[in-house]
């Protein structure tokens, strides 16, 4: 079974960055597609970003356009969301999830989509205050 664990959260002043790592284990990640969403207190968890497999294409959250970049080491067996300009709003834990496109696919209109991921990771706390 695909096991996902995130690390890289922490404290951040407004505009630093930070860089968020997925390290799989248990499968090679090539044929999955990798997100990354979060959920902050009292919301709704919600998709941050997303590479696939085909040529790696990335999606991205209107709110985190042009401030974060997914990209992935398939040798590392490892996604990395990469945090520029942050902002308290950004505070919330983050999680990376998967799912194997060999059973299924996703696009643009569903890759934000919670329930189509099939494995987790336990998250990682990312805190924005000065």
């Known amino acids: 079974q695909l096991q996902l664990a995130e690390s890289g959260g922490g404290l951040v002043q407004p505009g630093g960055s930070l860089r968020l790592s997925c390290a799989a284990t248990g499968f090679a990640i090539d044929y999955y597609f990798v997100a990354w969403f979060r959920q902050a207190p009292g919301k709704e968890r919600e998709g941050v970003s997303c590479i696939t497999i085909d040529h790696g294409a990335t999606y991205y959250a209107d709110s985190v356009k042009g401030r974060f970049a997914i990209s992935r080491d398939n040798a590392k067996n490892t996604v990395y969301l990469q945090m520029n300009s942050l902002k308290p709003e950004d505070t919330a834990v983050y999680y990376c999830?998967?799912?194997?496109?060999?059973?299924?696919?996703?696009?643009?209109?569903?890759?934000?989509?919670?329930?189509?991921?099939?494995?987790w990771g336990q998250g990682t706390q990312v805190t924005v205050s000065s």
């Open positions: 999830a998967a799912l194997n496109s060999r059973y299924r696919s996703i696009g643009s209109s569903t890759w934000a989509m919670a329930e189509k991921y099939n494995s």
